[in-house]
């Protein structure tokens, strides 16, 4: 489909999205959120897709958002910056959205953005050498735009544990925290995988879709308000000085500011 997202249908309808940038960690770039989001669309409206399976090429499945895009936003203005931000929403709500099942298939590390991306899969399956975390207040940042979906897949309680304090955590974790269904050695992958699909295929693709819909309805609510209040978050997190000290320190391969600071 595109240099950075794989999209490739099997003659039983399930549809296998491959976030492709190894070299990135398939990291969340402009280019590559446009692209999800199209797919999103396209996969959704396709009558011939039951099943839609989100992994990630490389040894990463998502190292979270393109820094070199985050970046960018520092010099922006603030039009600019929420255009982007809602752009990351966008995408985010529409994966939520889609009207098939979502399964991920997490063949290696998560990070940032691509906890967002397993909260947005309705059962997620990985490999239990991976590694987790929220890093964004290691930037200076908050997890805004994928926060709502974040806390709706694990719980407040749950998320308390791991959504502030940047710290990386394993896939028996991951597993507790309601990230993963599970967790397997790496060669189970695709028959763990395959295990979650196969049910999906004796059930009637409308009525998966508005059980779907339904349970989504009954869960926290993510509704418009709720999303542009974690847009205005994101742009104001943006905006920050620590934002700006903490990005820059990563691209100078420095400490930022806040470790080992005098408290005096």
Known sequence: MHDDLNVDLDSRGVATVTLNRPDKHNALSKGLIDNLQAAAHSLGTNPNVRVVVLTGAGASFCAGG???WMRDQMQADGDTRAAEARRLAHMLGALNTLPKPLIGRVQGQAFGGGIGLLSVCDVAVGVNTARFALTETRLGLIPATIGPYVVARMGEAAARRVFMSGRRFGADEAVALGLLARSVPEAELDSATEAEIVPYLACAPGAVAKAKAQL??????????VIEQSIERLVAAWESEEAEEGIAAFFDRRKPRWIDADPA
């Open 216 to 225: 989504r309805s009954l869960g926290p609510r993510i509704d418009d308000t």
């Open 66 to 68: 393109d820094l070199a």
